[in-house]
T-cell receptor, first 115, second 113 residues
């Protein structure tokens, strides 16, 4: 158990719909990262928040958005869903704001299937 | 275009065999990490290498960072079924202009009893 909690574990939704994925970081961790893992693209970095502020942006689509709340939990919002958005979405957390010297802990992921 | 290419993509071996997984890039990374991901779980950090030429050992796993910090290898001695999983290398991309941890394409290892 990494200490990072993600909900829901699985969800199936139709194209055009909107879903919200939730992440609670490890106790004491200020950074939250979101990753998308698909068979053809591998593990792709989406976005990072540090202590409530956006820290780094990766390959996140405009249809996707995220935020980190004062209690440090984070939500990833996916809208106007397409079949190609089907993937495993991981949340990860770390104490610091960068990767150097920080261990990043991954949650178990949220499986999204768009039908 | 993937910054980090791993080879082989898939490896199926018998228990007791040795293997090496490679992680290559044309970019220099300030540090490089190796993760193992098991089905239904997130990646778990195995090791971080920082210095060019550095070698780290974790039981039967040996990790090496290339002298130029552009590549790395993972060698497993006497593989066990418990070693089965997806192995991912990841580089600190800040030196390449990326403010993010860049993951490799992955090597899926299957160790049969």
């Amino acid at each position: 158990d990494s200490g990072v909690t993600q909900t829901p574990k699985h969800l199936i939704t139709a194209t055009g719909q909107r879903v919200t994925l939730r992440c609670s970081p490890r106790s004491g961790d200020l950074s939250v990262y979101w990753y998308q893992q698909s068979l053809d693209q591998g593990l792709q970095f989406l976005i990072q928040y540090y202590n409530g502020e956006e820290r780094a942006k990766g390959n996140i689509l405009e249809r996707f958005s995220a935020q980190q709340f004062p209690d440090l939990h984070s939500e990833l919002n996916l809208s106007s869903l397409e079949l190609g958005d089907s993937a495993l979405y991981f949340c990860a957390s770390s104490v610091g704001g960068d990767f150097s010297g920080n261990t990043i802990y991954f949650g178990e992921g949220s499986w999204l299937t768009v039908v | 275009t993937q910054l980090l290419e791993q080879s082989p993509q898939f490896l199926s071996i018998q228990e007791g065999e040795n293997l090496t997984v490679y992680c290559n890039s044309s970019s220099v990374f300030s540090s490089l990490q190796w993760y193992r991901q098991e089905p239904g779980e997130g990646p778990v950090l195995l090791v971080t290498v920082v210095t060019g030429g550095e070698v780290k050992k974790l039981k039967r796993l040996t990790f090496q960072f290339g002298d130029a910090r552009k590549d790395s290898s993972l060698h497993i001695t006497a593989a066990q079924p418990g070693d089965t999983g997806l192995y991912l290398c990841a580089g600190d991309g800040r030196n390449t202009g990326f403010q993010k941890l860049v993951f490799g394409t992955g090597t899926r290892l299957l160790v049969s009893p």
